[in-house]
């Protein structure tokens, strides 16, 4: 177990060390559609790469969801395993849609699965990106 301090540090560590592993602008939260973003996640137990859709408006986030559920064959041709997610729940009790891939069994507190953790973000998220990026003029037609 570790203290908030040494947790607070290793959390620091690990996202310091992937931007130095793979130094390139990742899109995220610039993908011009607001409330939609790409995002990277890693915790104790797993990491994840997902689409967040968090608009207020339930039925424009229920649109952009479909949206990207129509895209459901080309996603999953590229990122099997990949959760659709219309009603996720954040910690904090906000309804978001998600669209996520995950990979199990590692932790931000063990630098032994670091390096896989950073291959895996870095081989779903381009993924995820190079998809978005060439369909986002269907994603943005609402």
Do not use: C
Request: a positive charge.
């Amino acid at each position: 177990m570790f203290s908030k301090e040494e947790s607070a540090r290793l959390r620091k560590e690990f996202w310091t060390s992937f931007g130095k592993s793979f130094p390139r602008k990742w899109l995220r939260y610039n993908t011009k559609i607001k409330d939609l973003s790409l995002k990277f996640y890693a915790d104790r137990k797993k990491a994840a790469v997902s689409i967040d859709i968090e608009m207020k408006d339930e039925l424009l986030r229920e649109i952009y969801f479909d949206k990207f559920l129509s895209l459901k064959g080309i996603l999953t041709t590229e990122i099997p395993n990949l959760v659709f997610d219309k009603n996720h729940y954040l910690e904090n009790g906000k309804k978001i849609s998600r669209i996520y891939v995950e990979l199990p069994n590692v932790s931000i507190h063990n630098k032994d699965t670091w390096a896989t953790i950073y291959q895996f973000f870095n081989e779903k998220m381009d993924k995820i990106e190079n998809i978005f990026i060439e369909y986002q003029d269907f994603i943005k037609d609402i």
